[in-house]
């Protein structure tokens, strides 16, 4: 399966990522001690900190995860942390083919098991293509008072990465709706509300966004890591059959019919980051 996976990365994110290397002359990746380093801390940390996960613990969270895995192979392996928090969220630090995921309490209070395998997914994504590798903000702190025209490539870079992430989420719960309401619970905090009626509001507000956008002035808000919510569910609504088609292997998946897709979602995104450059220079 992981050798079809590579073909859900967003294409766009690999267009801006040469881009960047132009810019900058090289790419600043992690290098392999260092990346080492890093997880062995962060596990510590976490042995320290937070719970891990186990079969004996919480069987039926492990297996949702174990499931993921097994989906996307590749001999990837890891643990899953739960610490305490309110607030919906999860992060994963990697090394190679080794990472631990940390995944906040509210999400396996709230969440249902679908619900939680994107989530598991996305992080999991994170790992597949080695986005642990590019210090994203790191880098922005360093070049955006001297090169603003870096920082922005850096800045879509990193929300095109986060819509090749959701698109693991999504090929591990394999369902839109699942997708769908993980992103408006994170967003909203709210549950028990109807799915129909969840894809019906992101589809709505997908399109008041793209209007709103177009007219608005402060263009602050986009400066930021990740899409907005409503762009990250027209992303999956998109390319949901084709990723569904993948991880049923009904062999309806096309690689090239899937970079059309990609030509459509970066276009949106194109579209927008147009809007605040000129807002910018108004």
Not at 79 to 105: E, G, M, T
Not at 169 to 190: E, H, N, P, V
Not at 269 to 281: A, H, Q, T, V
Request: aromatic letters at 10%; proline letters at 3%.
């Amino acid at each position: 399966m992981l050798k079809d996976i590579e073909s859900l990365r967003f294409s766009y994110e690999s267009r801006l990522f040469r881009a960047i290397g132009s810019r900058l002359g090289h790419i600043p990746l992690i290098d392999y001690a260092c990346s080492r380093q890093l997880l062995d801390t962060r596990r510590r940390d976490l042995l320290g900190d937070a719970v891990r996960v186990t079969p004996d613990l919480l069987p039926g969270i492990h297996k949702e995860y174990q499931s993921c895995l097994d989906m996307l192979g590749g001999g990837f392996t890891g643990d899953l942390f739960v610490q305490q928090s309110s607030f919906y969220n999860a992060s994963v630090f990697a090394h190679d083919k080794k990472f631990d995921i940390l995944i906040h309490s509210a999400l396996l209070n709230d969440f249902t098991p679908d619900e939680l395998r994107f989530v598991f997914g996305h992080e999991l994504g994170h790992v597949i293509f080695k986005h642990y590798l590019f210090p994203v903000r790191d880098i922005i702190a360093q070049v955006k008072n001297h090169d603003p025209e870096a920082a922005s490539l850096l800045f879509r870079w990193s929300r095109a990465s986060e819509i090749s992430a959701d698109r693991v989420g999504m090929l591990c719960c394999s369902q839109l709706g699942a997708a769908a309401t993980a992103l408006f619970r994170t967003s909203s905090g709210l549950s028990n509300i109807d799915v129909n009626k969840v894809l019906q509001s992101f589809r709505c507000q997908y399109l008041d966004l793209e209007n709103q956008l177009l007219f608005v002035n402060n263009t602050d808000a986009w400066v930021r890591t990740h899409p907005m919510i409503p762009i990250r569910f027209k992303a999956l609504e998109l390319a949901a059959l084709d990723i569904i088609a993948l991880s049923r292997k009904t062999g309806g998946f096309s690689t090239k019919g899937f970079r059309k897709i990609d030509e459509q979602i970066a276009l949106i995104l194109e579209k927008i980051d147009s809007c605040s450059n000129r807002s910018n220079m108004s």
